[in-house]
């Protein structure tokens, strides 16, 4: 092969030139068609298919208002708009978007001090002749006494060690004095606002205490019986 095919000469900024070509000269057509752009061109100049680098860039496409709705369309929801009182409109659907449900406060943990003053009213425990009439009752009839839960006479039993009577199965029964000592528990509690430790302290320091509770409901009782005659002279 001929050595003219292989001389380059290169500039100082290390551009080629090709051979047969001269600077200034029009760029000779590739192999495939498109005209190669001359060595001295400045950067981005056009070669057909580009516009020139001082031609102005068209940006009316970019600021062309949107089509009118068709007529009966309803018109896309704007997000940054004022959004409706009954609430504000979802984004991709159009839907009104439903509120977050308010957080409904707990009802576990210790009872306010006028609800346990509440309780106090509700208890209905038999006087002492209606209630020997019977050696033990089942806890559902004595939770109806003190209108409290099962649950929490379990609880009492553990909490002060009541010994009750139970069957095979399990089942709590209570006598007529296990009654008593409930009943002076649920006026300690609920009454005069102990904590469970220091009513089971109260119960440990007087060891007679359910008795004289036993006591004064019995003169509370011949009081009330005493003032309801008197009014009635």
Known sequence: MPDEQ???????????????QKPGE?????ADGIPEKPADAPYGAATGDLPAPDAPFDFSFVYDDPAPPAPGAEPFPD????QPASGLSEYLSGA??????EKTKSK????????????????????????????????REV???????????????????LQLRKNRKGDRFFTPQD???????????????????????????????????????????????????????
């Not at 009104?96 to 449900?101: L, Q």
């Not at 609800?115 to 009439?133: F, R, Y």
């Not at 089971?200 to 009782?221: C, P, T, V």
């Open 179 to 233: 009654i008593k000592t409930v009943q002076l528990i649920h006026d300690l509690l609920r009454r005069r606002k102990f904590t469970i430790d220091g009513a089971r302290d109260f119960l440990k320091r007087n060891k007679g205490a359910d008795q004289r509770y036993e006591l004064i409901q019995s003169l509370q009782r011949v009081r009330k019986f005493l003032l309801e005659l008197k009014a009635h002279m």
């Open 143 to 161: 939770s109806e006494m003190f209108a409290v839960n099962a649950s929490l006479l379990r609880y009492w039993e553990a909490a002060f060690g």
């Open 6 to 20: 292989f001389q380059f000469a290169f500039d100082f900024f290390g551009e080629p030139e090709k051979p047969g």
């Open 79 to 82: 997000p940054l708009g004022p």
């Open 108 to 139: 576990r943990g210790r009872k306010s001090q006028k609800a346990m003053a509440e309780e106090v009213g509700l208890v209905q425990v038999p006087p002492d002749e209606e209630l020997l009439k019977k050696q033990y009752y089942g806890i």
């Open 96 to 101: 009104p978007a439903e509120p977050a449900p």
């Open 26 to 30: 029009p760029a000779v057509p590739g």
